[in-house]
């Protein structure tokens, strides 16, 4: 099996608030690091009471020093809502205090809605110059060059991994251009899953920092003991779906024995597409799932979301898929 990685969604459950939710992220990590996870990764989201991870590299920070190994990063910074100058600064500081173990993933979307984006002080035009705000960050973690007057301190030096996140086949030949490791959000968009990764690897360009493409796959994946169990599971993940849709993004519900008397036909099918690519069962269930999904994109590494609502459950659905999984034991960049 391929290296798997995890995603952490930093929900904000009906009983547990933001702090729990923090917490509960960097405990997630120091197990995940223990059953041979690679990396955990959080989100840059705004203005959604049901996650926590707004201010994302304070985040980070939180869970790297929680736990030892397991590399940290953004899954992803939304490189529109800020000057690259500042988080070079960030995630350079970031790779200071934990050194080796830090990523930067990087999104063109802007994680929140338009009147939010309009709060963070930055026009929807600002996604247009993605490309040279990625060239701009990544000179600014790189080392100084003579005759540099603006260094980011203490980032200068640190040549912190980047990665081009995407849903759509942009972000496939931004990160094949540059020469930059590619994820694809295929856990809530995988219609240009396929067609993205071709273009990824037919186009890429070697770089100082990679000389092969190197692909990274999203997978909603839930396991318990039995598939009737997961599927009770999942359920938590399907009604916050069903929410976006109805325009209230809330806090993550406990999971029910009915989803269809939750969801309407519609919502159903809209959220069934963009979950397409869930794997939810047993530990047998996953196994096969993760192993097919593997065999039709060719991934190096999935990236995994386990929205499970209680904790501790949680904690076990990561541990089940890790040993379906068989969590840590390919290559790794």
């Known amino acids: 099996m391929t290296a798997l990685s995890i995603l952490e969604l930093v929900r904000v459950t009906e009983e547990t608030d933001a702090r729990g939710a923090l917490d509960n992220a960097r405990d997630l990590a120091a197990h995940a690091e223990k059953w041979g996870y690679r990396r955990i990764w959080v989100a840059e989201h705004h203005n959604m009471p049901g996650i926590a991870s707004a201010a994302t590299s304070i985040v980070l920070a939180h869970i790297a020093a929680g736990?030892?190994?397991?590399?940290?990063?953004?899954?992803?910074?939304?490189?529109?809502?800020?000057?690259?100058?500042?988080?070079?600064?960030?995630?350079?500081?970031?790779?200071?205090?934990?050194?080796?173990?830090?990523?930067?993933?990087?999104?063109?979307?802007?994680?929140?809605?338009?009147?939010?984006?309009?709060?963070?002080?930055?026009?929807?035009?600002?996604?247009?110059?993605?490309?040279?705000?990625?060239?701009?960050?990544?000179?600014?973690?790189?080392?100084v060059a003579s005759g540099q007057r603006i260094q980011a301190v203490p980032a200068a030096g640190t040549a912190v991994p980047l990665w081009i996140l995407g849903s759509s086949t942009f972000g496939a030949m931004l990160a094949a251009e540059f020469g930059l490791p590619y994820a694809f959000a295929s856990h809530f968009a995988p219609d240009l899953l396929l067609e993205a990764l071709e273009i990824y690897r037919s186009r890429f360009k070697p770089s100082e920092q990679l000389?092969?493409?190197?692909?990274?796959?999203?997978?909603?994946?839930?396991?318990?003991?039995?598939?009737?169990?997961?599927?009770?599971?999942?359920?938590?993940?399907?009604?916050?779906?069903?929410?976006?849709?109805?325009?209230?993004?809330?806090?993550?519900?406990?999971?029910?024995?009915?989803?269809e008397s939750y969801w309407s036909p519609m919502e159903k099918a809209q959220a069934m597409r963009m979950l397409a690519r869930s794997i939810v069962g047993s530990p047998a269930t996953v196994r096969s799932g993760m192993e097919a999904l593997v065999a039709e994109t060719g991934a190096d590494e999935l990236i995994v979301v386990s929205d499970v609502y209680d904790h501790a459950t949680r904690l076990r659905s990561f541990e089940l898929i890790a040993e379906a999984g068989d969590a840590g034991s390919k290559g790794s960049i």
Do not use: C, K, W
Not at 69 to 79: D, F, K, Y
Not at 115 to 120: I, K, V
């Open 67 to 143: 736990s030892d190994t397991i590399r940290v990063g953004a899954g992803g910074i939304m490189l529109p809502n800020h000057a690259p100058y500042v988080i070079a600064e960030q995630f350079g500081t970031l790779a200071r205090l934990f050194p080796g173990r830090i990523d930067l993933g990087l999104g063109r979307a802007p994680g929140t809605d338009q009147l939010t984006l309009r709060a963070l002080r930055r026009s929807p035009e600002a996604a247009d110059n993605f490309p040279q705000d990625v060239l701009e960050l990544q000179a600014f973690l790189g080392p």
């Open 211 to 259: 000389d092969r493409p190197y692909a990274m796959v999203g997978v909603n994946v839930v396991a318990a003991g039995t598939d009737a169990e997961a599927r009770r599971l999942a359920t938590t993940q399907q009604m916050s779906f069903a929410d976006i849709f109805r325009g209230a993004r809330g806090l993550s519900r406990p999971p029910i024995d009915d989803i």
